[in-house]
């Protein structure tokens, strides 16, 4: 059974500074999809960066970017010059082919992000 | 477009009870899930909808029924509550399997 692990419950980060947040998975696939979720307080769920296991390329959104690492099956999540609005619990998750739409989470990371 | 949306936002219940969370999104997505937040646990897959009529279980799926009479709906039932239901509940549906996933706000359940 595929699992995603996230092993570090609570991180912070000074504002301006870069943070990255770790996450791995286990598969036997070669064929998935990772993806970074960002939750704030407010509860709702905002996609922050999606990544296609066939692509080389590293993903990135603006301050969001990702150190794929296709044969350690590591997909860490890196934000540069933090604000504080990126105060919020974040997911790493996990979707295999087969077209499910079946998503397998980590168990989250809060960031706290100090002025 | 109103996205994702989840009713009830908060619901109290007493063990035994049943109770059915609804579901609807605007978007035409063929593919609809419904996830449960613990503490600890991130979000765990309880049912999915690959498309109106089709229906699977997810990870933690006992205690839960779902139908998908329409692409818009996807309701969740609760077929008599106990303490360990106790959570919070999210929608959430996807043009494709391998796209984003638009959340619903959340439906905040206990069980008393």
């Known amino acids: 059974a595929q699992t995603v692990t996230q092993s570090q419950p609570e991180m912070s980060v000074q504002e301006a500074e870069t943070v990255t947040l770790s996450c791995t998975y286990d598969?036997?696939?070669?064929?998935?999809?990772l993806f970074w979720y960002k939750q704030p307080p407010s509860r709702q769920m905002i996609l922050v960066i999606r990544q296609e296991a066939y692509k080389q390329q590293n993903a990135t959104e603006n301050r969001f970017s990702v150190n794929f690492q296709k044969a350690a099956k590591s997909f860490s999540l890196k934000i540069s010059d933090s604000q504080l609005g990126d105060a919020a619990m974040y997911f790493c998750?996990?979707?295999?082919?087969?077209?499910?739409?079946?998503?397998?989470f980590g168990q989250g990371t809060t960031l706290q992000v100090k002025p | 477009n109103a996205g994702v949306t989840q009713t009830p936002k908060f619901q109290v219940l007493k063990t035994g009870q049943s109770m059915t969370l609804q579901c609807a999104q605007d978007?035409?997505?063929?593919?609809m899930s419904w996830y449960r937040q613990d503490p600890g646990m991130g979000l765990r897959l309880i049912h999915y909808s690959v498309g109106a009529g089709i229906t699977d279980q997810g990870e933690v799926p006992n205690g839960y029924n779902v139908s998908r009479s329409t692409t818009e709906d996807f309701p969740l039932r609760l077929l008599s509550a106990a303490p360990s239901q106790t959570s919070v509940y999210f929608c959430a549906s996807s043009y494709g399997g391998f796209d984003e996933q638009y959340f619903g706000p959340g439906t905040r359940l206990t069980v008393t």
């Open positions: 998750a996990y979707t295999r082919s087969g077209n499910t739409g079946k998503l397998i």
């Open positions: 978007m035409n997505h063929e593919y």
């Open positions: 598969t036997s696939e070669s064929d998935y999809y």
